[in-house]
């Protein structure tokens, strides 16, 4: 059962609807061909969705079977006419042949002539009306088989279609995976050769060794003969695949060309075609005929009632003058009465062709409906049995896409390498960073502490001792104690004690990779950010100086004894400034383990990007805790490692250059300037820490060109990197310390300049 148009299967709930209901009688009157209002012939199969009409056509799958015996031929009825060849029924004259004269006698022959010829057009007259409607009713079924058929093609062309979307989809994915397992497993045996040749960083080679196991080369990771045992399984497997797809191509081959199809719908127009000129000649001949017949019928009545007068009127006269007066009109009414039964006759042969032609155009239609019919069956099972292929096919592909994840971890192993060496490297370098800093920081209080005691040691050797004892029990219970002792318990880094020292040595096996083609732009993080906060912390001022005169004067001996609890370790003569400033080595070593950090994140980002490890390295970021040092050398290690970290941002530049494509929404320069900044230059900026106001600051990377900080206006979030394109330049010069004109910590008359760019988004 179909419902349309677009015509589909129906559901209860669907036949059950007033819409649908409305729209089948309004199809219903739309293939009515009878037309009250106009003889115009009309298209029985013109019909379009424009009206919102619909028809619902039930098929019968067993007719379509191959058993189902073959369609009868199509006779209509009436083929032959019965005409009479004798007047019927008796003569209304009512006149006795014996006792009536001769002359009423030849009356009467004159009546029954008349009468036959009534009756033989009334035969013909009536045969016309029965061929007509026979006429007409089979060329209805025609249409109405004409169609069913149209709502078969429409459903088995939908079918078709989606059919078709679905085996470009599944061809495309296919495709692309089965080349990417093709060419791995092709160039599997090769993978495994350079896996030998790239050797194990002599760090981790020894630690392999202090585990009891023999491990030197990336190969020796991987169970060769394993991987080797699942790459046949999965060559195997993809050749199945291949033959497969194969046949699901062949599958839909036999579904037809759209040549052939184009030629079958060829074959139905013509066939509509001819349906409809036989209507056309239906309602046009086959109605003249009926309505000539219709009229010769009207004039034979209209002569035999005039003849029955004209009898009735002589021999009721009684004269034989009158009586011989009827015979010349008579005459005359026979010469006209007596052509017309031949003509009737001679339309009837006519209106018996065209129902025969009618009537064989059927049997035609039929068979030909029955072929096209099983056809179109034949072809949905086709179409259901290739969805179910590509159904097996996909569910194939999938298991075949798992099993692949194997190899593919073999063979992104030395990328995987390099990575791995990258973040180990990281993470010592950030607990190492947090080491220090914490180490910093513990020894920043204890200075703090220890310059606190000389402070209360002195005011209390000094003004102290005038002081009532109300001071110290009343108003100041704790005025004569030691402050307490800050030791906080700082959870250990064992984290350090676990991975390998891989170092930065130029000739790692990482530098004989390959280089990725996918940039990684978030490759530097924000981890400068450890530097800024270890800055803000080293720079805190002084929080004031204390001027206290020392006195001889004697103190009690409760003061007294509340001063032994006191610890005396500082001269008197030590500096007023109790506050460590930023020069202590230990804030030095915490600052210089940051910048190890920070620059640490930066060569993985390299590395992600696709350049080699920079060849200037930071060989002194590790050194030994800096506290002995002068100041000095601390200062110049500083010096040395933020120059080579600022060689390792404008090794990130080049290779950010060298990978970058052209962005999408702007036309000027895709370099990355670094070594100067203009308008309309591009430029990369790196967060450095908290400017005034407590928002985060952003520097340009830079080679030999410093102070070039982004417009807090161009920030929004936190992001790890800016990337923009300056549109306006301020060159402005460091006022004093702390203020609005020195916001980012510069020496007072300091050149610097702040640039607003235009943030742009890279392509990945």
């Known amino acids: ?45 013109c019909s379009t969705e424009r009206s919102g009409a619909r028809r619902l056509f039930l098929f019968s799958k067993q007719s379509l079977s191959q058993q189902a015996p073959e369609s009868p031929v ?8 019965q005409i009479p060849k004798e007047a019927p029924g008796p003569s209304p004259l009512n006149l006795n042949p014996t006792m009536s004269p001769p002359l009423h006698q030849a009356l009467a022959a004159y009546e029954r002539q008349f009468m036959l010829y009534l009756s033989q057009g009334r035969v013909l007259a009536d045969g016309a009306d029965l061929r007509l409607s026979a006429c007409i009713n089979c060329v209805q079924e025609q249409a109405v088989v004409a169609r069913a058929l149209r709502a078969a093609v429409s459903n088995l062309s939908d079918h078709y279609h989606a059919a078709s979307r679905t085996r470009a989809e599944f061809t495309t994915a296919f495709q692309s995976k089965s ?21 194990l960083h002599p760090s981790l080679i020894s630690t392999a060794r202090s585990s009891g196991r023999s491990i030197e080369s990336l190969l020796d990771t991987v169970p060769v003969e394993r991987e080797r045992a699942w790459a046949q399984q999965c060559q195997t497997s993809h050749q199945r695949l291949i033959t497969l797809f194969g046949d699901l191509d062949t599958g839909f081959r036999d579904l037809g060309t759209p040549a052939s199809r184009a030629e079958e719908n060829q074959q139905d127009r013509e066939a509509e075609e001819e349906i409809q000129h036989l209507w056309l000649e239906v309602d046009g001949k086959a109605k003249e005929i009926r309505n000539r017949q219709a009229s010769r019928l009207d004039g034979l009545t209209t002569s035999y009632r005039e003849v029955v007068k004209v009898i009735m009127n002589a021999i009721n006269a009684g004269d034989d003058d009158d009586v011989q007066a009827a015979f010349t009109p008579l005459r005359a009414m026979s010469d006209v009465s007596k052509s017309i039964v031949p003509s009737m006759i001679t339309d009837d042969e006519a209106m018996k062709m065209l129902m025969e032609k009618v009537a064989e155009s059927k049997t035609r239609t039929m068979k030909r409906m029955k072929v096209r019919l099983r056809d179109v069956s034949v072809s949905q099972s086709l179409i259901q049995r290739v969805l179910s292929s590509v159904g097996v096919l996909r569910d194939a592909l999938s298991q075949q896409v798992e099993n692949m994840v194997h190899l593919e971890h073999v063979a992104e192993l030395p990328d995987s390498y390099r990575d791995f060496l990258s973040e180990i ?16 920081m513990m020894e920043k209080v204890a200075s703090i502490r220890a310059n606190e005691v000389k402070a209360r040691e002195k005011f209390l050797r000094g003004s102290a001792r005038h002081l009532m004892p109300a001071f110290f029990e009343v108003f100041a219970p704790t005025l004569a104690t030691p402050p307490p002792l800050f030791t906080p318990q700082l959870p250990p880094m064992l984290e350090l004690d676990t991975l390998p020292d891989v170092g930065y040595d130029t000739e790692d096996p990482d530098t004989l990779m390959q280089k990725r083609s996918g940039v990684n732009e978030q490759g530097a993080s924000s981890a400068s950010s450890l530097t800024a906060e270890t800055s803000m912390m080293a720079s805190v001022a002084p929080a004031g100086q204390v001027n206290m005169t020392s006195s001889n004067a004697p103190m009690s001996q409760e003061q007294q004894q509340q001063q032994d609890h006191l610890i005396v370790s500082a001269d008197e003569q030590s500096g007023t400034n109790f506050i460590m400033g930023t020069d202590c080595g230990a804030v030095a070593e915490a600052e210089a383990k940051a910048l190890a950090y920070e620059n640490a994140v930066l060569r993985q980002a390299l590395e992600r990007m696709g350049g080699k490890p920079p060849k200037t390295y930071v060989e002194e970021a590790n050194l030994a805790k800096l506290g002995d040092q002068s100041n000095k050398a601390n200062e110049a290690k500083l010096l040395k490692l933020e120059k080579e970290l600022a060689d390792a941002k404008s090794q990130a530049l080049l290779a950010k250059d060298a990978t970058r494509t052209t962005l999408a929404d702007s036309k000027l320069s895709d370099k990355i300037s670094h070594t100067s900044f203009s308008v309309g230059d591009f430029a990369l900026f790196m967060p450095t820490g908290f400017g005034s106001g407590g928002k985060r600051s952003y520097v340009a990377f830079h080679t030999r060109c410093p102070h070039h900080y982004l417009s807090s206006d161009c920030v929004k979030g936190s992001p790890n990197f800016i990337l923009g394109r300056i549109v306006y330049k301020e060159e402005l010069v460091a006022g004093e310390s702390g203020t609005d004109a020195n916001p980012y910590g510069l020496p007072v008359d300091t050149k610097f300049w702040v640039l607003t760019v235009e943030v742009v988004q890279p392509k990945p």
Request: proline share 7%; net charge negative.
């Open 74 to 81: 199509c006779h209509l009825e009436p083929m032959e006419l």
């Open 179 to 199: 080349n990417a397992h093709g060419s791995l497993l092709q160039r599997f045996e090769s993978i495994l050769q350079n896996l030998d040749a790239i050797r």
């Open 425 to 440: 490297r990281r993470r010592r370098a950030y607990g190492q960073a947090v080491s220090s800093s914490c180490a910093a």
């Open 1 to 45: 059962m179909l419902l349309g148009p677009p015509y589909k299967v129906p559901k209860d709930s669907t036949l059950q609807s007033d819409e649908v209901l409305n729209a089948l009688h309004l199809g219903d009157a739309e293939d009515n061909p009878i037309q009250e209002d106009t003889d115009a012939p009309r298209n029985i199969l």
